[in-house]
C-alpha cells in the first residue's frame, strides 16, 4: 500500500542573513503492507510529520520515489490524494458547524452527489456513533466525539487508506480505548491505517507492524513482538535466600546459570539480585529453579520481565518516550 525509497526533505531556515538547512528525512524507505494497522514513532524533531505530510501530498520531496495506494506520489499526487484519507493533529472542524454539515460539506467536496453525500454522512453518522450530537455545533462536543468526527471526515471518500496524526493525543482513557476500537473496526473494513503516536503502548496494543525514525532515519522496522526479542529477551530477576549476608551466593548463581544453554547473559545487580536474559522465561524459570535447588541454594522470589518497546526505542534512539 506505500512503498518508498530514499525519500528526502531539507528544510531551508532564514535568520537575518544566515540561511541554515534542517534535513528533517534523510532518505527513508518503508513498505506498508495492504490492511495493516502501521504505526510511525520516534522523538520530537525525527521526521514523522514531515515524512507524513510528503506521502499525504502536502509536502513535495526533494529526492526519493513513493508509490502510494498504487499511484505515483511525484508523478501524480492528484490520485494520491484522491485514494487516501488524511486526518490531522488538530483536526480541521469548524466550531458552529454540526457534525452533520462537516460530513456533508466533506462529501460534496470530494465529488459525491447530494444523494450520495446524505447517504455517506448518514453511513459515517452511524458507524462513529455521532448520532446523539449530529446536530448540534461542533464547539460543544467532547475531545473524543471531535477526535471520532475527523476520523468519520477523513474517510468519508471511501480512500484504500488512512493517516491518522497523533489520533489518541490529549484524550481520556476510555475515549482512547474508544479509538483504538475505531481503527481496529477500519482495518476489519479492509482499510490500511498509517499512524504516528508518542504512546508506546498504544503502538504494541494496536499496531501490526511499527517503525521508528530518529534524525530523519528510520532506525527499525517490523513487528512490536520482534522489535523486542530482538533487542534483548525476558529478563528474569532471582533474589536468592541469604543474599545479603553472603553476597558470593549470587555471584556463584550467575556463574552457574551463564553456563546454561537458555540464558543469554547473567550478572549480579547492585542491589544483590541475581539477573538474567533470556529466549523465554516460560522456558528458563522451571530450568532455572532445578538447577539452583540442585546447587542447594534457596530461591527467595522470581520476577519475569518482558521488554516494551519503550525498551526498544531506548536501544534504538538513546531516548525514552517516556521523558
Ligand atoms: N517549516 C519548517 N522549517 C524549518 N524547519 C522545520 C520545518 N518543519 C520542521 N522542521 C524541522 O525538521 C525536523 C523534523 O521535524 P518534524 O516536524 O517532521 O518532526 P516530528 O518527528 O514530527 O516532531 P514532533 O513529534 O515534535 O511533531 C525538526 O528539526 C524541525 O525543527
Redesign the pocket.
Known amino acids: 500500500m506505500i512503498e518508498t525509497t530514499g525519500l528526502r526533505k531539507s ?3 532564514r535568520k537575518r542573513r544566515e540561511t541554515t538547512t ?1 534535513d ?2 534523510r532518505g527513508v524507505d518503508l513498505s506498508v503492507a495492504e490492511g495493516e494497522i502501521f504505526g510511525f514513532l ?10 507524513l505530510r510528503m506521502l499525504a501530498t502536502l509536502l513535495a520531496p526533494d529526492g526519493g520515489t513513493a508509490t502510494i495506494a498504487g499511484a505515483d506520489l511525484l508523478r501524480d499526487p492528484g490520485e494520491v490524494r484522491r485514494r487516501i484519507g488524511y486526518v490531522a493533529q488538530g483536526g480541521g472542524t469548524w466550531d458552529d458547524a454540526t457534525a452533520t454539515e462537516e460530513l456533508l460539506l466533506q462529501a460534496r467536496l470530494y465529488g459525491a452527489s447530494k444523494t450520495d453525500a446524505q447517504q455517506a454522512a448518514a453511513a459515517a453518522t452511524e458507524a462513529f456513533g455521532l448520532g446523539e450530537f449530529a446536530d448540534r455545533p461542533c464547539k460543544t462536543y467532547s475531545g473524543g466525539q471531535r477526535r471520532r468526527l475527523d476520523v468519520a471526515l477523513g474517510i468519508i471518500h471511501a480512500p484504500k487508506l488512512v493517516f491518522l496524526d497523533e489520533p489518541t493525543t490529549g484524550l481520556d482513557p476510555q475515549s482512547r480505548a474508544n479509538m483504538w476500537d475505531e481503527i481496529r473496526r477500519l482495518r476489519g473494513d479492509g482499510l490500511t491505517v498509517f499512524l ?1 503516536t ?1 504512546y508506546l503502548d498504544e503502538a504494541d496494543a494496536l499496531c501490526d507492524r511499527v517503525a521508528i ?1 530518529d534524525q ?1 532515519l528510520i532506525v527499525a522496522e517490523g513487528t512490536p513482538a520482534a522489535l523486542k526479542r530482538e533487542i534483548s529477551g525476558d529478563a528474569v530477576i532471582v533474589g536468592l535466600a541469604g543474599t545479603e549476608e553472603t553476597t558470593g551466593i549470587a555471584e556463584k548463581a550467575a556463574g552457574l546459570l551463564a553456563a546454561q544453554p537458555y540464558v543469554l547473559s547473567a550478572d549480579v545487580r547492585e542491589d544483590g539480585a541475581l539477573r538474567l536474559y533470556v529466549d523465554s522465561g516460560e522456558t528458563a524459570i522451571p530450568a532455572l529453579m532445578r538447577e539452583l535447588a540442585g546447587a542447594g541454594m534457596e530461591l527467595a522470589t522470581i520476577e519475569l520481565h518482558r521488554p516494551t518497546l519503550d525498551d526498544v526505542f531506548l536501544a534504538k534512539t538513546g531516548k525514552s518516550l517516556r521523558d
Open positions: 528544510y531551508r531556515d534542517v528533517a528525512v520516534g522523538p520530537n524533531g525525527a521526521g514523522k510529520t514531515t515524512t504516528t508518542h525514525i530523519g
